[in-house]
């Protein structure tokens, strides 16, 4: 079985300020891991992945994530976030092997201008 | 522009009515997913497929049923529409092989309403 946990349902950041949305993964074998954004009444459209080889990944718009296995988890963080960033953002998990992605519910990030 | 294409992208429906939803893809992909999302509980899947005429059940399969055809459309059926079905559905589709990115490709949603 695999599951994804995202703690914060919403993250409000000042514009130009650092973030972080926390993904915490479980699965019982090794993992595809991805962070994908929703912008309001839109499908999604991947951000970034974690396949294989280095653990810290970079991706679209400035965004980067970090795969850490002892932590089992895979923080999406950006240094200087802009008004066009806010969105929703899903983490999501793919086990080897298995044919099904499962998403987190979910972190809506709001900027404050 | 090549991608995942779903329709309609609204539809309200009446309790106890039925309706298909169509999911084409351009890509030649081999996998093919249906998903719902419901506020607060991200994205849920429902039906997926491994390949032409093959499906097989998700998280939440009941209600609906699918049918994989063609490689490149997979229909979402509701044969009974109930309010709990009322969400937004997605279709995704995936490659495989070696040489995959294992992304998904996702489309743009329809928004479903039973009344």
């Known amino acids: 079985a695999q599951s994804v946990t995202q703690l914060d349902s919403q993250v409000p950041v000042f514009e130009e300020a650092p973030v972080e949305l926390r993904c915490n993964y479980s699965?019982?074998?090794?993992?595809?891991l991805f962070w994908y954004v929703q912008y309001p009444n839109q499908g999604l459209q991947l951000l970034l992945k974690?396949?294989?080889?280095?653990?810290l990944v970079k991706g679209i718009n400035g965004f980067e994530a970090e795969f850490n296995k002892s932590q089992t988890s895979f923080h999406l963080r950006k240094p200087s976030v802009h008004i066009s960033d806010t969105a929703e953002y899903f983490c999501?998990?793919?086990?080897?092997?298995?044919?099904?992605?499962?998403f987190g519910t979910g972190t809506r990030l709001t900027i404050i201008p | 522009n090549a991608g995942v294409t779903q329709t309609p992208k609204f539809r309200v429906l009446k309790t106890g009515q039925s309706m298909t939803l169509l999911c084409a893809q351009d890509m030649n992909h081999e996998y093919m997913y249906w998903y719902r999302q419901d506020p607060g509980m991200g994205l849920r899947l429902i039906h997926y497929s491994v390949g032409e005429g093959t499906t097989a059940k998700g998280e939440v399969p009941d209600g609906y049923n699918v049918s994989r055809l063609k490689k490149q459309n997979f229909l979402l059926g509701l044969e009974s529409a109930a309010p709990s079905q009322t969400s937004v559905y997605f279709c995704?589709?995936?490659?495989?092989?070696?040489?995959?990115?294992?992304?998904?490709?996702f489309g743009s949603g329809t928004r479903l309403t039973v009344v």
């Open positions: 995704a589709s995936r490659a495989t092989g070696v040489t995959a990115d294992y992304g998904y490709t």
């Open positions: 699965s019982s074998v090794s993992v595809y």
């Open positions: 999501a998990v793919r086990g080897f092997g298995n044919e099904k992605l499962t």
């Open positions: 974690y396949l294989s080889g280095s653990t």
